[in-house]
């Protein structure tokens, strides 16, 4: 169960970053940093800090998780970001293309 509420959050928070960029269309580096610093920064400390054979660093991985998929919506909302509002299929095909390249990236084996 506790997998699947890592999906729903990350899916959530997922939805939240696209809608802000389709609705604000803010792409600037100042709100990249802002966003990576503020989900990372208070786990960063924490594991430089806690540096020790018995301490469960990997349970902090979902700060990753985001930051990744974070930098990859950005990354796909930003590229040709004239077609995000133009018609009703330029954001639906870049999902798309999205999809797909995670696809291959994790699931083929290259």
Request: net charge positive.
């Amino acid at each position: 169960i506790y997998e699947l509420g890592v999906s729903c959050f990350l899916f959530l928070t997922g939805f939240g970053h696209t809608y802000y960029f389709y609705t604000r269309q803010d792409y600037s580096y100042g709100r990249l940093m802002r966003v990576l610093l503020r989900m990372n920064l208070a786990v960063g400390c924490f594991c430089m800090t806690s540096i020790t054979p018995d301490s469960y660093v990997m349970l902090y991985y979902v700060c990753a998780l985001h930051s990744f998929f974070f930098l990859w919506i950005f990354v796909a909302m930003k590229v040709y970001n004239r077609q995000n509002n133009t018609n009703k299929f330029g954001l639906r095909f870049k999902m798309i293309g999205v999809g797909f390249i995670l696809f291959i990236v994790w699931d083929l084996d290259l």
